[in-house]
């Protein structure tokens, strides 16, 4: 029950980055396109890759907690299981 407790907690962490990191992203670039750069010269190659890059750590956390889950209902069954 800890386990789902705590995936629920990182997915609902992991969430929360990603939708503040995109808003950021686009606040900044409709900032760059309207207010300061009207010829609408925006690269969006850079926030892509930091999204990509956010995606793969966010990715590797989720991954991580699975295998320690896995690993702690296995170490808790063979305790069990000793007399």
Same mark, same amino acid.
């Given at each position: 029950m800890f386990s789902m407790? #705590? /995936?629920?907690a990182m997915i609902s962490i992991a969430l929360d980055l990603v939708i503040r990191a995109s808003a950021a992203f686009w606040t900044s670039a409709l900032v760059d396109k309207?207010?300061?750069?009207p010829e609408g010269s925006v690269d969006m190659t850079s +926030?892509?890759? +930091? +999204?990509?890059?956010?995606g793969l750590i966010l990715t590797t956390l989720r $991954?991580?907690?699975? $295998? #320690?889950? /896995?690993?702690r209902?296995?170490?808790q069954s063979t305790q069990d299981l000793s007399p």
């Open positions: 407790a #705590v /995936l629920a309207y207010l300061l750069d +926030q892509a890759l +930091q +999204q990509g890059g956010m $991954r991580t907690l699975a $295998r #320690v889950r /896995l690993l209902n296995r170490a």
